[in-house]
């Protein structure tokens, strides 16, 4: 019973503190990015280790990288789709309030119009240039009209007996985030579009190298390891893969190292994007309440979300290629 008992605290830790991992602390899970050595070191390994006679096609930064990525998707998936419990009640509070409280409006209006229609053509003049409340009142008891509007008026709630919308709540409905929006969104987008043009480049400049330069280096290789073995062949084997490890290394100093500049963009937009993404979820918050909604599930908030193709990108630091976890 007792280890039941501890097991089921243990999970319920586990479930809070998932819970209260925020946007930015799974952001913050994801490792840094690694060097373009470490880069280029492992797409030559995997690519060229039977050429180069690599002792293992393994780069030790890349596999830390990779696992520690891992474990932050891993537990930034347990934050977001736990299953939330969400309470309406004090939402559905709040709408009937509203509906009361303009109901009350209306019929204050309504009222008060009557009012209004029985005034002289002049007084309806006096009270319509009052410029406020306070004013409109005194110009009524001036007129001797005070009682008659007293006893129309009376047990009816006016809008300065409750204003209705918290100005918390005029200020997120009535706010326009359509270019704050449009400022952060542009910033990931154009980042992501120059992080692939780079992709793109790479690859065309990779094929191209591969086929004049890669390829018959690493023929070279064969040929002078034949020589070596049989006697057939010409050239030296240890002179070959130098000449092509040589080719290699020139070649990822020139693409590794911008295409990583160009992924460390990406992110910065999107880390940056979070400021606008949680007033997005604040507006969302406010418009979900004024129609009777709880608060928004994690799977729900723009920053979540944004938290989620954050770590989904940080994924792509192989110039496009894809890692292959070690063999267990």
Sequence with gaps: MKKVLFLAAIFAATLSAHAQKTPEAIMDACPGTPSWESVADYLIRQNFSMYLDFESDRNAAIDGYYKTLQKAREDA????????????????KRVAQLKKQETSRQNAGAKFQSFFSSLTPEQQRTLANCKSEEESMRAIQKMGKWEEF????????????NAGLTKEEQKWLTMDLSGEKSRAYGKIADAIAAKNKIKMEYREAYEKAREKTFNPLAADIIDALEGELFGKGSGNSAVSKANLKRELDAFYAKWAPQYL???????????????????????????????????LPPLGRATYSRAIDFVQEAYDILLGENWKAPEE
């Design 261 to 295: 500049r160009a992924h460390t963009a990406v992110l910065d937009a999107m880390r940056a994007a979070l400021v606008v993404d949680e007033k997005v979820d604040k507006q969302a918050e406010i418009n979900n309440r004024m129609a009777g909604m709880g608060p």
């Design 150 to 161: 007293s006893a129309l008026m009376s047990g009816t709630e006016t809008p300065s007996d």
């Design 77 to 92: 998936h347990k934050a977001v789709n736990q299953p939330v419990n969400v309470d309406n009640t004090a939402a559905q």
